[in-house]
């Protein structure tokens, strides 16, 4: 088979399936992204979430016995709501970023590789490929800053020329022998305005992420926010755009390519709170198709109550004191009890004081001290 004219042939067909982007690259070791990984897990800048064996994330033949090269593949997604939502005065809403809007992007991904592999299988049927979209053990960045898709930004995002960092990643394995594209140049300069407009100094020079000072990372733990963050959360209840918002690159950068995509305005910026009195089922109902709910309701429920302690939202008391009083997770009353606090007046105030009687774990203790010490007591 001539591989230089299926290359193209495929290229084409990837803008027919919606693909907004395609490049390749060679199967060769990730070795700068080794160094790179083993100086993030020294540092202790590591989210958890990544795989964990070093080394299947930099050697692609280990994930597929004779890989060639690797597919990356990029869909550009809207950075604006096309529908806005009805503010009413009073009413306090949180946000989840942009990448948590419309359908969970690891069922877009897929569905856009299935297609790839299945027009690679028809011609080549004894061609050897793995997908993997974000979850999978390559990085997905570092693929695509070698298929020229975009260079790596300070902000550790892969920014694309033409759809900015608004893009989602996802790379296909193959043993076919593509002729790899040419990686872009970083084109950040001397800039630092996603650096300076990171709200926990979680990036650091030279394109490093501390990803336990990084909301986005934060917002979907299943712990206690440690208390240097609660403040910088803001009303953010699932990641953080602030490092995107803030880069000239993706200054006008607003792409509606694809309908799958388009938030609805009551998921992506729901009010606050109707969400703390959901059940798991009304939770999965309204937030299941987003990926921002991958970690459940309590997480998102916990991030709701520092947006409403945010918002010195004197109305919600009544349903934090129903947290605190009556919720099973430690998490969740513990929050409760220093957005009390937090938001203050003497209900809340008489809550905490109730609650310091009754509650028997430790945590929530320290907790309902720290919102007491909002009134100084
Ligand atoms: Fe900082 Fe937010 Fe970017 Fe994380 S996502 S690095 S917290 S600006
Ligand atoms: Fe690069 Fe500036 Fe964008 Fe940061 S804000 S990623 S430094 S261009």
Aim: net charge neutral; hydrophobic share 35%.
């Amino acid at each position: 088979m001539d591989i230089h004219k299926f290359k193209k042939e495929l290229t084409a067909y990837s803008k027919e399936i919606g693909i907004d982007k395609i490049g390749f690259t060679t199967a060769d070791p990730f070795t700068e992204l080794k160094s790179r990984l083993l100086r993030q897990q020294e540092l202790g800048y590591q989210s958890g979430f990544e795989e964990p064996d070093i080394e299947k994330r930099v050697i692609p033949k280990m994930l597929l016995d004779g890989a060639q090269s690797i597919i990356s593949i990029a869909l550009a997604y809207p950075a604006k709501m096309s529908i806005r939502v009805e503010s009413k005065k009073g009413e306090r809403r949180g946000i989840f970023s942009r990448a948590s809007w419309g359908l969970d992007y690891h069922h877009i991904l897929r569905d856009r590789l299935n297609k790839l592999e299945e027009f690679i299988l028809t011609r080549l049927p004894e061609a050897k490929l793995k997908s993997m979209v974000d979850t999978g053990e390559l990085s997905d960045r570092a693929v695509a800053e070698r298929a020229g898709i975009g260079w790596s930004g300070k902000n550790c995002s892969i920014i694309t020329p033409e759809f900015g960092s608004y893009v989602y990643l996802g790379e296909m394995i193959t043993n076919i022998p593509f002729e790899p594209d040419t990686p872009l140049e970083d084109q950040c300069g001397t800039c630092t305005k996603c650096l300076d407009a990171c709200p926990t100094n979680a990036l650091i020079h030279g394109g490093q992420i501390n990803s336990k000072r990084c909301i986005s990372f934060l917002t979907q733990t299943k712990e206690l926010i440690p208390d240097e963050f609660r403040d910088k959360i803001g009303n953010r209840v699932y990641g953080c755009d602030s490092c995107q918002t803030a880069c000239p690159i993706n200054k006008g950068v607003n792409f509606h390519f694809h309908e799958e995509m388009e938030a609805d305005p009551e998921v992506a910026k729901p009010l606050l709170k109707p969400i703390l009195k959901l059940s798991n089922r009304e939770f999965k109902a309204r937030f299941g198709s987003v990926s921002g709910a991958w970690r459940g309701k309590k997480p998102i429920q916990r991030n709701v109550i520092i947006a409403l302690a945010h918002f010195k939202d004197e109305s919600a008391v009544p349903d934090l004191i129903e947290v605190l009083e009556n919720e099973a997770a430690p998490v969740s009353r513990g929050t409760a009890a220093w957005a009390l606090g937090k938001i203050g007046g003497q209900t809340a105030l008489a809550a905490l004081n109730k609650a310091k009687e009754s509650e028997t774990d430790i945590n929530v203790q320290k907790e309902i001290e720290k919102g007491l010490n909002f009134y100084n007591i």
